[in-house]
């Protein structure tokens, strides 16, 4: 999938035109070549047809992830095999669990920072103020309280801290 991504941004934009699309992100591609595929196609799509109705400028290519085993989280044949469902572990068996999952968290958020450009994502995500009232709220309250990460491990209770930039 190379061009089908400009196709897939384009119909989403067509679909609703109230919708902002400011940023293209892609996951599993195959390399250099695959990526520059995908940016040619939405610069392409982008410089005509394909623009963020809140900024009126092209859509933004902010990144692709690569394929990476590491940082994938099982699957299986209903959808996405979650941590609580290991087999009746026990104490050491749930703590290799723990291991494991911190260890695809921290490849995950590794692999983000080095292939996604994450300030623009933010300069995005910071014009969508005024747009969305619904959220405005929420930012209020969010300023207000701390997040709630008890269920986590502290590894990642610190990692997801608010001055966490992912």
């Known amino acids: 999938m190379a061009r089908s991504v400009a196709a897939m941004a384009l119909g989403y934009g067509i679909f609703d035109d109230a919708m902002r699309l400011g940023a ?31 900024t ?8 692709a992830l690569p394929r990476d085993t590491s940082a994938s989280i099982p699957e299986r044949h209903l959808g996405l095999t979650m941590p609580s469902e290991s087999k009746n572990c026990s104490d050491s068996e749930d703590e290799s ?38 959220c405005e709220n929420a930012k209020e309250n969010r300023s207000r309280s701390t997040p709630k990460l008890q269920h986590l491990p502290k590894e990642q209770q610190k990692m997801a801290s608010p001055q966490c930039r992912i």
């Open 97 to 134: 669990v723990d291991a494991q999952n911190l260890e695809r968290f921290v490849q995950l958020a590794t692999l983000v920072e080095d292939n996604l450009d994450l300030d623009a994502l933010l300069r995005i995500g910071q014009t969508a103020g005024g747009l969305y009232p619904e």
């Open 56 to 63: 009126g400028l092209p859509v933004h290519f902010a990144g």
């Open 24 to 54: 293209v992100v892609v996951n599993k591609v195959g390399g250099p070549v695959h990526i520059q595929w995908i940016k040619e196609a939405l610069e392409l799509a982008g410089a005509a047809r394909l623009k963020d109705i809140g």
